[in-house]
């Protein structure tokens, strides 16, 4: 599966620079891993409407981890325990292994079009996070 990347443009950029270049607090790492989570949830969200679940088992495995860094900090949606078949379902698959004798398979997307989606509010909700931390330091 493809990665998403979102890239901010961002006023008093000195600020924020000095902001992330600066060693940071625990509550500081944990406010930024709040608002990664926060915008990662929206596409997590997004995502789980879309399935078409019969056991429930794709949509409950969703999650969203964060890694707070000095100059990169990340948001990941992906699948925990439960979502081994994530990808046979996003991008259909052909007859093969255990289900030789079914037919093909095709591709119901549903995380990257939740991406799509949400990509916009949950940039706007983790920049609005950063700008209201920079400006309380």
Do not use: C
Request: net charge neutral; hydrophobic share 40%.
């Amino acid at each position: 599966m493809g990665h998403g990347m979102i890239d901010m443009q961002v006023e008093g950029m000195a600020e924020v620079q000095t902001f992330f270049d600066r060693p940071r607090s625990m509550a500081e790492r944990a406010e930024i891993a709040a608002a990664l989570e926060a915008g990662g949830g929206l596409v997590a969200d997004a995502a789980k409407r879309r399935i078409h679940s019969v056991s429930g088992d794709l949509a409950g495995s969703l999650t969203v981890s964060t890694s707070v860094g000095k100059h990169r900090s990340v948001a990941t949606v992906h699948h925990a325990k439960g979502g081994a078949h994530d990808h046979l379902v996003e991008h259909g698959h052909a007859p093969s292994g255990w289900n030789k004798g079914t037919e093909q398979v095709l591709p119901h997307p549903y995380l990257y079009p939740a991406y799509e989606e949400q990509k916009q509010s949950a940039y706007a909700l983790m920049r609005d996070a950063v700008r209201e931390a920079v400006k309380r330091r």
